[in-house]
Structures are given as structure tokens and as C-alpha cells.
Nanobody, 123 residues
Framework: QVQLVESGGGLVQAGGSLRLSCLASGRTFSSYAMGWFRQAPGKEREFVAAISRSGFYTNYADSVKGRFTISRDNAKNTVYLQMNSLKPEDTAVYYC????????????????WGQGTQVTVSS
């Protein structure tokens, strides 16, 4: 069992930056690929970014490429999402998740999910 707790969300103006963090419980963090997903009101949860167990492979949704960066620190059981050049359409609840593989965009490949952190980007 893995528990995930996100933090770092908030209100920011368009063009600004935020860094989300996700702290995982347990001693098996380095055995999981990690992903970030988001869900806006009235929309389905969508893939944002993922990172492999070692951090060597990363994967991004087209909508965030060049603006968001996912990273992890296995010694701290933490995965990060650095978000730059934020847009109003980035407004959503952001969830981290851990799962199998090297970091895929498929929700079904993730076994554990956090409760989410709200990101609001004003225009």
C-alpha cells in the first residue's frame, strides 16, 4: 500500500509558475513509475506527465510540453511537477499517481492515487 500526498497548488496569474510536490509513504517508492494527471470541472481526468522509476524516461502531454517538467527524488520519496508559463486552461485539480511500467499516459496503469491539489490560473 502506498499513500500519496500532493502539495504546492494555489492561485497564480497567467504566465506564472508553480511547483507541485507529491510525497509517497513506504520504502518502495523507487520501484514505481510516477505520473501527474489533472481534472478540470466537467471534464475527464487527463494525463499530464510521467517519469520512470529511475527518472531516466519522461513523458508529457502535448499541451504541457516545453512548459512543465516532471522530476523525482527517490531519496526523499517525492515527485515534482514544475509548471511554468501557466495558462487559464491549466486550471484543474492535479493528482499524482504511482504504477507500473516506465511512465505511461494510461490511467489504468496506475495503482495508487493522491487526493489532489487545486491549481487555479487567472487571466
Amino acid at each position: 500500500q502506498v499513500q500519496l500526498v500532493e502539495s504546492g497548488g494555489g492561485l497564480v496569474q497567467a504566465g506564472g509558475s508553480l511547483r507541485l510536490s507529491c510525497l509517497a509513504s513506504g520504502r518502495t517508492f523507487s520501484s514505481y513509475a510516477m505520473g501527474w494527471f489533472r481534472q478540470a470541472p466537467g471534464k475527464e481526468r487527463e494525463f499530464v506527465a510521467a517519469i520512470s522509476r529511475s527518472g531516466f524516461y519522461t513523458n508529457y502531454a502535448d499541451s504541457v510540453k516545453g512548459r512543465f517538467t516532471i522530476s523525482r527524488d527517490n531519496a526523499k520519496n517525492t515527485v515534482y511537477l514544475q509548471m511554468n508559463s501557466l495558462k487559464p486552461e491549466d486550471t484543474a485539480v492535479y493528482y499524482c499517481a504511482c504504477g507500473r511500467g516506465i511512465g505511461t499516459p494510461r490511467k489504468d496503469d496506475y495503482d495508487y492515487w493522491g487526493q489532489g491539489t487545486q491549481v487555479t490560473v487567472s487571466s
